[in-house]
Protein backbone atom coordinates (compact mmCIF):
# COMPACT_ATOMS: atom_id res chain seq x y z
CA UNK A 1 0.00 0.00 0.00
CA UNK A 2 1.12 3.28 -0.71
CA UNK A 3 1.93 6.06 1.91
CA UNK A 4 2.42 9.67 1.96
CA UNK A 5 3.71 11.21 5.10
CA UNK A 6 3.53 15.49 5.77
CA UNK A 7 5.44 15.19 9.21
CA UNK A 8 5.06 19.03 9.94
CA UNK A 9 0.93 19.14 10.85
CA UNK A 10 1.48 22.97 11.68
CA UNK A 11 3.97 25.92 10.50
CA UNK A 12 3.52 29.64 11.89
CA UNK A 13 5.92 32.34 9.62
CA UNK A 14 5.56 36.14 9.18
CA UNK A 15 4.91 37.58 6.24
CA UNK A 16 7.27 37.61 3.56
CA UNK A 17 9.03 34.79 5.08
CA UNK A 18 10.15 31.90 2.90
CA UNK A 19 8.51 28.47 3.71
CA UNK A 20 9.19 24.51 2.61
CA UNK A 21 6.80 21.56 3.32
CA UNK A 22 8.16 18.50 3.12
CA UNK A 23 6.42 15.68 1.41
CA UNK A 24 7.89 11.74 1.53
CA UNK A 25 5.96 9.10 -0.03
CA UNK A 26 6.31 5.23 -0.32
CA UNK A 27 5.14 3.44 -3.21
CA UNK A 28 6.14 0.50 -5.11
CA UNK A 29 4.72 1.69 -8.39
CA UNK A 30 7.58 2.77 -11.07
CA UNK A 31 4.95 5.03 -13.02
CA UNK A 32 3.50 7.56 -10.31
CA UNK A 33 1.70 11.05 -9.94
CA UNK A 34 2.81 13.68 -6.99
CA UNK A 35 -0.03 16.44 -6.15
CA UNK A 36 -0.32 19.25 -4.22
CA UNK A 37 -3.25 20.70 -3.09
CA UNK A 38 -4.51 23.82 -1.20
CA UNK A 39 -7.59 23.77 1.47
CA UNK A 40 -7.78 27.40 2.60
CA UNK A 41 -9.92 28.61 5.43
CA UNK A 42 -13.26 28.39 3.42
CA UNK A 43 -12.77 24.51 3.07
CA UNK A 44 -12.53 23.91 -0.84
CA UNK A 45 -9.38 21.86 -2.58
CA UNK A 46 -7.60 23.18 -4.86
CA UNK A 47 -5.14 21.89 -7.25
CA UNK A 48 -1.96 23.35 -7.45
CA UNK A 49 0.25 20.84 -9.05
CA UNK A 50 0.87 17.51 -10.92
CA UNK A 51 3.85 15.92 -11.28
CA UNK A 52 4.23 12.23 -12.81
CA UNK A 53 7.61 9.82 -11.42
CA UNK A 54 9.77 10.39 -14.80
CA UNK A 55 10.01 14.09 -14.86
CA UNK A 56 12.56 15.12 -11.70
CA UNK A 57 12.61 18.82 -13.17
CA UNK A 58 11.99 21.42 -10.49
CA UNK A 59 8.77 23.56 -11.41
CA UNK A 60 8.30 27.00 -10.49
CA UNK A 61 4.93 28.98 -11.00
CA UNK A 62 4.95 32.57 -9.57
CA UNK A 63 6.39 32.38 -5.23
CA UNK A 64 5.36 28.70 -5.69
CA UNK A 65 8.11 25.91 -6.54
CA UNK A 66 8.42 22.48 -6.02
CA UNK A 67 11.52 20.20 -5.42
CA UNK A 68 10.82 16.33 -6.36
CA UNK A 69 13.75 13.71 -5.64
CA UNK A 70 13.10 10.24 -6.05
CA UNK A 71 16.36 9.44 -4.64
CA UNK A 72 14.97 10.29 -1.00
CA UNK A 73 11.19 10.09 -1.70
CA UNK A 74 10.20 13.57 -1.34
CA UNK A 75 8.09 16.32 -2.95
CA UNK A 76 8.83 19.15 -1.05
CA UNK A 77 6.91 22.61 -1.95
CA UNK A 78 8.49 26.08 -1.15
CA UNK A 79 6.32 29.56 -0.77
CA UNK A 80 8.34 32.09 -1.63
CA UNK A 81 8.10 35.95 0.49
CA UNK A 82 4.68 34.47 2.15
CA UNK A 83 1.34 36.12 2.23
CA UNK A 84 -1.23 36.65 4.49
CA UNK A 85 -3.25 34.66 1.78
CA UNK A 86 -1.28 31.75 1.43
CA UNK A 87 -2.90 31.06 5.23
CA UNK A 88 -4.20 27.13 4.54
CA UNK A 89 -4.01 23.73 5.03
CA UNK A 90 -1.88 21.86 2.60
CA UNK A 91 -2.25 18.46 1.43
CA UNK A 92 0.26 15.88 -0.64
CA UNK A 93 -1.24 13.04 -2.11
CA UNK A 94 0.23 9.83 -4.54
CA UNK A 95 -1.81 8.49 -7.00
CA UNK A 96 -2.69 4.59 -7.18
CA UNK A 97 -4.38 2.23 -9.73
CA UNK A 98 -6.47 0.26 -7.65
CA UNK A 99 -7.09 -2.60 -9.29
CA UNK A 100 -4.08 -5.01 -10.43
CA UNK A 101 -1.82 -1.82 -11.84
CA UNK A 102 -4.32 -1.33 -14.82
CA UNK A 103 -4.82 2.69 -14.53
CA UNK A 104 -7.85 2.27 -16.91
CA UNK A 105 -9.67 -0.17 -14.02
CA UNK A 106 -9.86 3.24 -11.84
CA UNK A 107 -7.05 5.41 -9.49
CA UNK A 108 -7.23 6.80 -5.75
CA UNK A 109 -5.63 9.73 -4.47
CA UNK A 110 -3.56 8.69 -1.03
CA UNK A 111 -3.32 11.69 1.19
CA UNK A 112 -0.90 13.18 3.67
CA UNK A 113 -1.99 13.96 6.96
CA UNK A 114 -1.90 17.61 5.57
CA UNK A 115 0.61 20.91 7.61
CA UNK A 116 -1.49 23.69 8.71
CA UNK A 117 0.35 26.63 7.33
CA UNK A 118 -0.13 30.17 9.38
CA UNK A 119 1.30 33.30 7.61
CA UNK A 120 1.00 36.44 10.50
CA UNK A 121 1.43 40.15 9.44
CA UNK B 1 -19.00 26.38 -16.94
CA UNK B 2 -19.66 25.19 -12.80
CA UNK B 3 -16.84 22.55 -12.49
CA UNK B 4 -17.82 20.41 -9.83
CA UNK B 5 -21.02 20.98 -8.07
CA UNK B 6 -22.14 19.54 -4.35
CA UNK B 7 -25.77 19.61 -2.40
CA UNK B 8 -26.13 20.59 0.64
CA UNK B 9 -23.15 22.17 1.36
CA UNK B 10 -24.28 21.30 5.61
CA UNK B 11 -26.30 18.70 6.58
CA UNK B 12 -27.53 17.46 10.18
CA UNK B 13 -29.01 13.67 10.28
CA UNK B 14 -30.03 11.90 13.24
CA UNK B 15 -28.76 8.54 13.91
CA UNK B 16 -30.53 6.02 11.21
CA UNK B 17 -32.04 8.47 9.40
CA UNK B 18 -30.20 8.42 5.45
CA UNK B 19 -29.95 10.75 2.90
CA UNK B 20 -28.16 11.14 -0.53
CA UNK B 21 -25.61 13.86 -1.45
CA UNK B 22 -25.65 15.31 -4.76
CA UNK B 23 -22.43 15.69 -6.76
CA UNK B 24 -22.61 16.99 -10.33
CA UNK B 25 -19.85 17.93 -13.01
CA UNK B 26 -20.92 20.00 -16.42
CA UNK B 27 -16.75 19.35 -17.91
CA UNK B 28 -18.11 15.62 -19.33
CA UNK B 29 -15.27 13.79 -16.93
CA UNK B 30 -15.35 10.45 -17.53
CA UNK B 31 -14.18 9.55 -14.13
CA UNK B 32 -15.64 10.83 -10.28
CA UNK B 33 -15.30 9.64 -7.32
CA UNK B 34 -16.37 10.39 -3.38
CA UNK B 35 -13.87 11.72 0.08
CA UNK B 36 -14.40 11.66 3.42
CA UNK B 37 -12.07 14.21 5.22
CA UNK B 38 -11.37 13.51 8.80
CA UNK B 39 -9.15 15.51 11.12
CA UNK B 40 -5.74 14.60 10.84
CA UNK B 41 -6.30 12.01 7.99
CA UNK B 42 -6.13 13.73 4.80
CA UNK B 43 -9.01 12.13 2.63
CA UNK B 44 -9.77 8.71 2.03
CA UNK B 45 -11.80 7.32 -0.80
CA UNK B 46 -15.53 5.78 -0.50
CA UNK B 47 -16.88 5.20 -3.85
CA UNK B 48 -15.53 5.72 -7.80
CA UNK B 49 -16.79 5.91 -10.89
CA UNK B 50 -15.38 5.08 -14.30
CA UNK B 51 -17.98 6.01 -16.26
CA UNK B 52 -21.83 5.60 -16.46
CA UNK B 53 -23.07 2.65 -15.33
CA UNK B 54 -20.09 1.55 -13.66
CA UNK B 55 -19.18 2.06 -10.44
CA UNK B 56 -16.66 0.62 -7.68
CA UNK B 57 -16.19 0.59 -4.09
CA UNK B 58 -13.08 2.77 -2.48
CA UNK B 59 -11.32 2.40 0.57
CA UNK B 60 -13.79 2.82 2.80
CA UNK B 61 -16.78 1.61 1.48
CA UNK B 62 -19.10 0.34 4.50
CA UNK B 63 -22.27 2.32 5.00
CA UNK B 64 -22.28 4.01 1.40
CA UNK B 65 -24.18 3.54 -1.99
CA UNK B 66 -23.25 5.03 -5.26
CA UNK B 67 -25.08 4.96 -8.78
CA UNK B 68 -24.08 7.20 -12.43
CA UNK B 69 -26.68 6.80 -14.61
CA UNK B 70 -25.24 9.77 -16.15
CA UNK B 71 -21.81 10.97 -17.26
CA UNK B 72 -23.17 13.99 -14.65
CA UNK B 73 -24.84 12.74 -11.74
CA UNK B 74 -22.75 11.06 -8.79
CA UNK B 75 -24.74 10.75 -5.94
CA UNK B 76 -23.27 9.10 -2.34
CA UNK B 77 -26.42 7.48 -0.38
CA UNK B 78 -26.20 6.89 3.18
CA UNK B 79 -28.21 4.15 4.00
CA UNK B 80 -28.30 4.51 7.91
CA UNK B 81 -26.46 6.85 9.18
CA UNK B 82 -24.35 6.85 11.67
CA UNK B 83 -21.77 9.34 14.08
CA UNK B 84 -19.06 7.87 12.82
CA UNK B 85 -20.35 9.16 9.10
CA UNK B 86 -19.94 12.54 10.40
CA UNK B 87 -17.49 13.84 8.01
CA UNK B 88 -16.97 16.02 5.26
CA UNK B 89 -17.55 14.80 1.99
CA UNK B 90 -15.72 15.62 -1.42
CA UNK B 91 -16.79 14.47 -4.61
CA UNK B 92 -14.09 15.18 -7.35
CA UNK B 93 -14.14 14.58 -11.28
CA UNK B 94 -11.26 14.09 -14.08
CA UNK B 95 -11.13 14.25 -17.82
CA UNK B 96 -10.30 10.60 -17.95
CA UNK B 97 -9.70 7.40 -15.66
CA UNK B 98 -5.40 7.32 -16.10
CA UNK B 99 -4.05 9.54 -13.15
CA UNK B 100 -5.58 12.51 -14.64
CA UNK B 101 -6.06 15.44 -12.09
CA UNK B 102 -8.62 15.07 -9.76
CA UNK B 103 -10.53 18.55 -9.53
CA UNK B 104 -12.75 18.58 -6.17
CA UNK B 105 -16.13 20.55 -5.56
CA UNK B 106 -16.70 22.53 -2.55
CA UNK B 107 -17.85 19.70 0.12
CA UNK B 108 -20.44 18.60 2.22
CA UNK B 109 -20.16 18.74 6.07
CA UNK B 110 -22.33 16.19 7.56
CA UNK B 111 -23.29 16.35 11.25
CA UNK B 112 -24.48 12.94 12.45
CA UNK B 113 -26.10 13.22 16.08
Known amino acids: AQKVTQAQTEISVVEKEDVTLDCVYE???????LFWYKQPPSGELVFLIR??????QNEISGRYSWNFQKSTSSFNFTITASQVVDSAVYFC??????????????????FGGGTRLMVKP | NAGVTQTPKFQVLKTGQSMTLQCAQD?????MSWYRQDPGMGLRLIHY???????DQGEVPNGYNVSRSTTEDFPLRLLSAAPSQTSVYFC????????????FGPGTRLLVL
Open chain 2, 92 to 103: ASSSSVRRETQY
Open chain 1, 51 to 56: RNSFDE
Open chain 2, 27 to 31: MNHEY
Open chain 2, 49 to 55: SVGAGIT
Open chain 1, 93 to 110: ALSEALKGGDFDAGNMLT
Open chain 1, 27 to 33: TRDTTYY
